[in-house]
């Protein structure tokens, strides 16, 4: 990935916009933390019993009013949070989204079928896709995206959140992981504590996949794995052993690309993770 110089950069900017967002909430009715840019998590606490609106759809509230939501890679310049507390008091506040800027990614070599899907493909694809979507299909209650973000691997970051990629001379659909470079078979760990929905050896595109519920609608996934050592219904902390880089499936060197989703929000890995991850 090119320009990576300016990542540590990037964190500063994005830091200091934290803060600057913690101290305009001190005198809100809830209190929010987190990046008010473009791929960002956000995450808020209110009464119990408050119904929270983020752009009049209502969101997850947990028994202790907690909750949280994500702000998409092309989200516009404003987002309306609304609240009702038990008592029918409402607040409502708008949000500036800062944006961001992206990168574009050129990778040549790759092999056709996985640039340009074979007809005798498609159905595994759509089978694969459909197991994705059932994975993240439900919303479950645990609260383990509270807590801060781990690296998932130690390495070289090789491609960050929302760059354009051309493979193979053909545009596709922006980058959403987060991706580390090692070599094969680097142990990769959990970015956060949470129940394991779905691990397969070998799609097509991802190679190795596993998907962590942290609850709420929030999941990781990590692809290209070359091991996939935990299955569906585990339950992992933090930093435990899940897996082993690898350079399968729509890879162009091994490496683990890690996706960060807020239901079908795509957020970006690198503002929930302090630094850069250990060489």
Not at 172 to 183: E, N, Q
């Amino acid at each position: 990935m090119k320009h990576l110089p300016s990542i540590p950069g990037k964190i500063l900017s994005m830091a200091l916009m934290l803060l600057a967002f913690a101290a305009t909430g001190s005198a809100w009715s809830m209190d929010l933390e987190g990046s008010l840019i473009q791929g960002g998590m956000v995450r808020g606490h209110v009464a119990p019993g408050t119904r929270v609106e983020v752009d009049g759809k209502e969101i997850m509230v947990g028994p202790g009013g907690e909750f949280v939501f994500g702000l998409g890679r092309d989200a516009p310049v404003s987002t309306i949070i609304r609240t009702i507390d038990p008592e029918g008091n409402e607040e409502t506040r708008k949000l500036s989204i800062a944006p961001q800027t992206y990168d574009i990614e050129r990778v040549d070599g790759l092999p056709p079928r996985t640039v340009t899907i074979p007809p005798e493909e498609k159905a595994r694809r759509a089978r694969e896709r459909g197991m994705v979507g059932k994975a993240r299909g439900s919303m479950s209650g645990r609260l383990d995206w509270q807590g801060m973000f781990a690296w998932p691997a130690k390495g070289r970051v090789s491609g960050v959140y929302g760059s354009q990629r051309v493979l193979n001379g053909k545009p596709r659909t922006p980058h959403y992981g987060l991706d580390v470079a090692a070599p094969v078979n680097t142990p990769v760990r959990a970015p956060q504590a949470g129940r394991i929905v779905l691990a397969q050896p070998d799609f097509l595109l991802e190679g190795g996949i596993i998907i962590i519920d942290h609850g709420f609608g929030i999941f990781s996934t990590l692809f290209h794995l070359q091991s996939v050592d935990v299955a569906v219904g585990d339950l992992v902390d933090k930093g435990a052993h899940i897996g082993g880089v690898g350079a399968k499936g729509r890879a162009s060197g091994p490496h683990v690309d890690w996706r960060v989703n807020w239901n079908n929000v795509r957020l970006d890995p690198l503002l929930l993770v302090d630094g850069l991850p250990d060489q």
